[in-house]
């Protein structure tokens, strides 16, 4: 089974990504920085509309703390190396998925959609930081993608099981074959960008 089909992904990310992202680090770092602080954002968004959810509670809080402590060590590289952190800039890749989330549905399939959008954006961030921590020539820039590839296939999974959690399993099936399509659609129309993680 390869290293994709794992994270259930259907295309993979063009082979150009890794060797343009390795001549643009500052940019690509920043944007890194950005991911992790809104998926910090994210979770809190989620704990904040579904508080009721006692699992989703308990296990999103502590990937709050994590997906900042992120941020942080992504900073803090930045710096050790005399970069700025820029602007934040749109992220292409998370608004067209947004853009095909159900509007206006029932709160069960508003829910399913949430969840699976963030497992589609955190199986992306593991299958980038995994092409960065085989392909940089810098071997302290590969160790360090390296952890946080095992820590986005953890969150992956995560919210996989939380929407397998609140919702039957076959509606769940089912929507996430549309979204990995979908998800496959937009990565095929995508500009291919070394500043950009997605």
Not at 21 to 33: F, G, K, N, R
Not at 54 to 78: K, N, S, Y
Not at 125 to 149: A, I
Request: aromatic share 10%; net charge negative; glycine share 4%.
């Amino acid at each position: 089974m390869s290293k994709l089909s794992i994270l259930g992904l259907k295309l993979p990310s063009d082979p150009r990504w890794v060797d343009l992202a390795s001549i643009s680090l500052e940019d690509v770092l920043t944007d890194h920085a950005f991911c992790e602080q809104k998926a910090a954002t994210s979770c809190i968004s989620l704990i904040q509309r579904y508080p009721d959810r006692d699992r989703l509670v308990t296990e999103l809080a502590p990937i709050v703390t994590e997906e900042w402590g992120h941020f942080r060590q992504v900073l803090a590289e930045m710096r050790k190396r005399g970069f700025a952190l820029g602007r934040q800039r749109k992220d292409a890749y998370v608004n067209a998925l947004q853009a095909h989330q159900i509007k206006g549905g029932r709160p069960d399939e508003v829910l399913l959609d949430r969840l699976l959008i963030f497992a589609l954006i955190e199986a992306r961030s593991c299958e980038r930081f995994r092409l960065l921590s085989e392909g940089l020539e810098d071997e302290y820039l590969r160790e360090f993608y390296r952890k946080f590839m095992v820590s986005e296939a953890g969150h992956y999974r995560l919210f996989i099981d939380l929407a397998n959690e609140y919702l039957p399993e076959e509606m769940v099936r089912t929507r996430w074959q549309e979204w990995l399509k979908i998800e496959a659609d937009i990565m095929h129309t995508l500009e291919v960008r070394g500043d950009r993680m997605h």
